[in-house]
């Protein structure tokens, strides 16, 4: 079974929610709960939140909600500035 990590960035809209970012974490959970980890945000998420993260695990092409966060537009710039740092570190070596 093949099981890949990503985080998804979406905004509210008048239609729903619409993805604006993808980020692949790789496929080792422990590595991709350490980044998710480290992101900024708060964890009570409504209905009314108009940025939001999500943590995605996919196994054999299906997805699993892990995880989901809102955030302010200048979280959304740190926690991009955070998952590519990460990913340069585990891609650097």
């Known amino acids: 079974m093949e099981t890949t990590f990503y985080i998804l960035l979406h905004l509210k809209t008048t239609d729903g929610h619409e993805n604006f970012g ?3 974490i790789g496929d080792d959970k422990t590595v ?3 980044i998710f980890h480290q992101l900024k945000g708060n964890r009570d998420v409504t209905d009314q939140c ?3 993260i999500e943590y995605i695990e ?3 092409n299906l997805p ?3 995880q989901i ?7 959304i710039a740190e926690n991009c ?3 590519t740092k ?3 570190k585990r891609f650097a070596v």
């Open 50 to 52: 108009g940025l939001c």
């Open 86 to 88: 990460e990913t340069f």
């Open 64 to 66: 699993y909600n892990v």
């Open 69 to 75: 966060m809102s955030c302010t537009l200048d979280q």
């Open 81 to 83: 500035r955070i998952i």
């Open 22 to 24: 993808k980020f692949s």
């Open 58 to 60: 996919m196994r054999d």
């Open 32 to 34: 991709a709960d350490k």
